[in-house]
């Protein structure tokens, strides 16, 4: 039965939005967090569990395995339990993970404790844009959108910033001993069980998703939300929001089927950038950049503050799309990212693949102003991708569903994209191995010039558009 709402009306509340969307994208910092913290330590985790490369790459890739499945689940469980409640299994998954991580004493169960992480990476992946999406008004839902985007660009450089102090607290090396004289790739992973426990406390603090509280009859407290954050004669947008939501009966993946028994045509647009995300191998650079740069002649060290410093062009650039994803759309700035990608991949491919090869180690040598060019041509491509195909695809999969499919959607949509993650991180070793960076950088260019065609002819805009109508 439907409950009837008193006529509330007040002026929306700006900052009460940003605080609560912020508090929401701290599932983003703890997704960017806990993918990254890996980097520093996986030349420590081959030495410690002497694992081959193979073994170490699906080491590495184990937690998007886990979080491919907390995607899937995570729509299942907030449309049944509710955003804020999802979000707290997500901290507590987290802080788990965390402390795991750092007691493994061999590498099965390291590979455990990491997807158990990636089940929280997944759920975070899904709720956060869905709850950041239903509680922003339409003027603003593309910049707080980003934020999703901004928290995991800055939760990705706050743990190769940790990797890095804490290597350099053990004498420049994750093998050496830190605190306490526990090695310091244990203290890696667990630097991050503070942000995890704050995660869970802000969830607490939040107001659920009105449009949640609208699909369960519980009008008022949805007015109640709505008054703050949009304002206004809010009763209209309650019975609104009643009309698009799915009352008689929870969303279910049957629901993204069209007539003919097909995905619908908005679900393959939504895997389609998902996987293209992931495919122009943003995540390489992420991942593996320390043992990148150390490939082609940088110390330990050295590598470890590149990649930092990498992780600071990556936030940088999102502000840019904060800034301007509003204003320009969405559709604009994923082709220019597109656009920018290709040259810059291209570059490196053809950097690395005339590269010459060091005879001892096996590796590609890049001297003089070879290795400028790589160093420029890969950060230029990470401020490419910051502007454009990391923030505005989170924004756009938040949006470009409608309320009765959305939960589902985006449930299947992240966990396209953690497969699609899997896949390249764990055949990054073997490529480099077997093909070389310049192979593997040609495969990247390929995807980025596919997203040029894929964003032109099927993506629509979405700025300024209510979800209600999507």
């Not at 912020?22 to 599932?27: F, K, Q, T």
């Not at 975070?124 to 910049?143: D, F, K, N, T, W």
């Not at 629901?255 to 995905?263: C, E, F, V």
């Amino acid at each position: 039965m439907v409950t009837k709402t008193r006529n509330i009306t007040n002026k929306p509340n700006t900052s009460y939005v940003m605080l609560i969307a912020g508090a929401a994208a701290l599932g983003g910092f703890l997704f960017g967090f806990d993918t990254a913290v890996i980097n520093g330590a996986v030349s420590a985790l081959q030495t410690t569990f002497n694992a081959s490369s193979g073994m170490t790459g699906f080491a590495v890739s184990s937690a998007l395995l886990g979080s491919a499945l907390g995607a899937f689940m995570a729509g299942a469980i907030a449309d049944r339990q509710g955003r804020i409640k999802t979000m707290i299994v997500a901290s507590i998954l987290f802080t788990l993970s965390a402390i795991g991580s750092g007691i493994a004493i061999g590498i099965w169960d390291f590979i455990f404790w990491r997807a158990l992480g990636g089940i929280a990476v997944g759920i975070a992946s899904v709720i956060a844009p869905a709850y950041i999406a239903e509680v922003a008004p339409a003027h603003l839902r593309g910049r707080l959108g980003s934020l999703q985007q901004m928290a995991i660009v800055v939760g990705i450089f706050i743990a190769l910033l940790c990797d890095y102090f804490i290597a350099l607290g053990a004498g420049g090396s994750a093998e050496g001993a830190f605190w306490f004289r526990i090695p310091a790739w244990r203290w890696m992973f667990w630097s991050e069980i503070p942000p995890a426990v704050l995660y869970g406390v802000a969830a607490l603090m939040i107001p659920e998703s009105p449009r949640y509280l609208v699909a369960q009859g519980q009008n008022q407290e949805a007015a109640k939300v709505l008054a703050k954050v949009l304002g206004g004669d809010v009763n209209a947008k309650v019975q609104e929001i009643s009309q698009t939501v799915l009352m008689e009966r929870k969303p279910q993946f049957s629901d993204l089927l069209s007539r003919g028994g097909g995905l619908l045509p908005i679900v393959w647009v939504g895997m389609g950038l998902s996987i293209l995300q992931q495919f122009v191998g943003i995540n390489v650079i992420f991942y593996y950049s320390s043992i990148l740069w150390r490939s082609v002649g940088f110390s330990e060290k050295n590598s470890l503050l590149i990649t930092a410093i990498t992780g600071v062009v990556n936030i940088v650039t999102t502000f840019i799309a904060i800034a301007t994803v509003d204003k320009f759309g969405r559709k604009p700035l994923l082709l220019l990212g597109s656009i920018g990608m290709t040259i810059t991949l291209g570059t490196l491919a053809g950097v690395f693949g005339n590269a010459a090869i060091d005879p001892i180690t096996g590796n590609p040598t890049l001297p003089g102003s070879s290795g400028i060019i790589a160093l420029f041509a890969a950060n230029l491509y990470v401020v490419f991708f910051g502007f454009s195909w990391g923030p505005i695809v989170w924004v756009l999969l938040g949006e470009i569903f409608n309320n009765k499919i959305r939960a589902a959607a985006l449930s299947v949509a992240a966990s396209i994209q953690w497969i699609a993650n899997f896949l390249v991180s764990t055949t990054f070793p073997p490529l480099l191995k077997t093909f070389g960076l310049g192979a593997a950088y040609g495969l990247y260019t390929l995807a980025a010039a596919i997203s040029i065609f894929f964003v032109a002819l099927l993506v629509k805009e979405t700025k300024g558009k209510e979800l209600e109508e999507m």
